[in-house]
């Protein structure tokens, strides 16, 4: 075979596909042109019908379902709802004014000094006067509350363990009160 000769690859499958789609589409305008040129406007008139809801079909079919979702859905009874009050009193609540005098709880857990506490779930403790973590203690370990809890919840409190004093989260301690 001579070097002089070159060689066509042939077309792979997604050039092909392409090529067929635009025969296709050639064909179709050319069938709306021939129709425009025999003056044959109810005939145009479907082709290009035919045209527009071929490009745009699957479009409006998603629209006409998702405006009827809408509708059926805004008719259709609501099940399990909440229903709220609607009356000055519940306003009042939802808005935040708490009714009758009573005030929201803002003293946190309620922890006592020399009280004696559970821990909710497993908590880093950290070692009294240091921030590195001596270990983790599993949930409903108990100990002796030793210093009053700070304004800020999140904030650290001593608490013995054992023999151990340790350092650890308000929100992770319980008071034990009698009934437990």
Not at 149 to 164: R, T
Request: aromatic share 4%; with cysteine; hydrophobic share 35%.
């Amino acid at each position: 075979m001579s070097d002089t000769t070159e060689r066509k690859p042939s077309k792979t499958w997604s050039e092909k596909i392409k090529d067929a789609r635009d025969q296709i589409r050639a064909h179709r305008q050319q069938e709306i042109d021939d129709a425009l040129a025999r003056d044959d406007v109810e005939e145009h008139e479907r082709l290009i019908a035919a045209e527009e809801e071929r490009k745009n079909g699957r479009k409006l079919a998603k629209k006409k379902a998702k405006e009827e979702k809408l509708q059926a859905k805004a008719r259709a009874p609501r099940v399990g709802t909440k229903q709220w009050a609607d009356n000055d009193t519940a306003r009042d609540w939802r808005a935040g004014k708490r009714s009758g005098g009573t005030r929201k709880n803002s003293a946190g857990w309620n922890l006592q000094p020399g009280s004696m506490v559970r821990l909710v779930n497993k908590a880093r403790v950290y070692t009294d006067g240091s921030w590195v973590m001596a270990k983790t203690l599993p949930k409903g370990s108990l100990g002796i509350l030793i210093d009053a809890p700070p304004a800020d919840l999140h904030g650290h409190v001593a608490v013995m363990f054992g023999a151990d004093i340790f350092r650890i989260e308000c929100k992770k301690l319980r008071m034990i009160h009698d009934e437990d």
